[in-house]
């Protein structure tokens, strides 16, 4: 549909989405929806920011490396290997806010085997507040370790409150929109060309949280 004259901006509108932020020590949330499979490359781009750009070779819904679709990613930067990057909506209480949860692959691990025995944390009626530490075992920013409170994921329905939130919240699956091979050649060349970055040429803008 064509805009008036004075109604369009001129450029592409970046899509932001609020991330988790996690915290040292105790860390509560409270998982909404389903959870979205990807795995990413982190690119750097002109300002020394870090990008994501989908890996399009991992197919989502099979969950595996199919190369269904052309990764270009590789072509620009052999030497990146994409990373495992699964998310999930949540409900901080914190705040009261709906955010996207990168999720921490180990912290998912154990979060799955305690599922085994609580059953489904997602459930409105008989879902399970994720209770879980964050701590730091070294001085660099990736030496730190997550592990789930098993004890303290109790039983709990949502809140009337809750339940809106968790209603209306926008679908994890729309907050990080899978990038075309088209989109991602197009926002790899205009970084390797030193142009300016489009955070939304994957479709999402959004740091990574450690």
């Known amino acids: 549909m064509a805009l008036k004259f004075g109604e369009t901006k001129g450029k592409a509108v970046k899509k932001s989405v609020e991330a988790y932020e996690y915290k040292d020590g105790d860390n509560v949330v409270r998982l909404i929806g389903g959870v979205l499979p990807r795995y990413v490359y982190w690119v750097k781009g002109t300002n020394n920011k870090d990008i994501p750009l989908e890996c399009l070779a991992f197919d989502r819904e099979k969950e ?19 990373s495992w990057a699964y998310s999930i909506n949540c409900i901080d209480p914190r705040d009261g806010k709906v955010k996207a949860l990168n999720l921490k692959k180990k ?18 009626d008989t879902g399970w507040d994720v209770v879980f530490k964050r ?3 070294g001085p660099l920013p990736f030496n730190v370790e997550y592990s ?12 009337d409150n809750e339940r809106t939130l968790a ?3 926008e ?3 729309s907050k990080f929109p899978r990038a075309t091979p088209a989109e991602q050649l197009a926002a790899l060349e205009k970084l390797t060309v030193g142009a300016e970055e489009d955070e939304s040429a ?5 740091k990574e949280l450690g």
């Open 64 to 82: 595996k490396f199919t190369n269904a679709e052309v990764d270009h990613v590789p072509q620009f930067f052999p030497d990146k290997k994409c």
């Open 167 to 169: 209603d209306a919240a």
């Open 171 to 173: 679908d994890i699956d």
């Open 148 to 159: 789930l409170s098993v004890l303290k994921c109790k039983t709990r329905a949502l809140s």
């Open 135 to 137: 701590a730091k075992t």
């Open 202 to 206: 994957d479709g999402e803008a959004v």
């Open 107 to 124: 912290l998912f691990e154990q979060i799955m085997t305690a599922a085994e025995d609580l059953g489904d944390p997602t459930n409105y």
